[in-house]
């Protein structure tokens, strides 16, 4: 069975600073690190007009794409 994850598009880790790394766990309650080990709960989201949007990735084309390099 494939594993979707889903990405905070433009989201910046703040722990290795890496970009779009912050992914929502399945649950929705808490956002983590792909690259590091960063958790955090997620942030209530009240202002229905930013920008942030949700991707959905496959995470194995993600480790596939991150292994490339
Ligand atoms: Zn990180």
């Given at each position: 069975?494939?594993?979707?994850?889903?990405?905070?598009?433009?989201?910046?880790?703040?722990?290795?600073?890496?970009?779009?790394?912050?992914?929502?766990?399945?649950?929705?309650?808490?956002?983590?690190?792909?690259?590091?080990?960063?958790?955090?709960?997620?942030?209530?989201?009240?202002?229905?007009?930013?920008?942030?949007?949700?991707?959905?990735?496959?995470?194995?084309?993600?480790?596939k794409n991150?292994?490339?390099?």
């Amino acid at each position: 069975m494939k594993r979707f994850v889903q990405f905070i598009a433009g989201a910046i880790c703040p722990e290795c600073k890496s970009k779009d790394t912050i992914a929502l766990n399945p649950a929705d309650d808490e956002i983590y690190c792909v690259k590091c080990d960063f958790v955090e709960k997620r942030p209530e989201i009240k202002d229905s007009n930013n920008n942030s949007e949700i991707k959905v990735i496959n995470i194995d084309d993600f480790r596939k794409n991150r292994d490339k390099n």
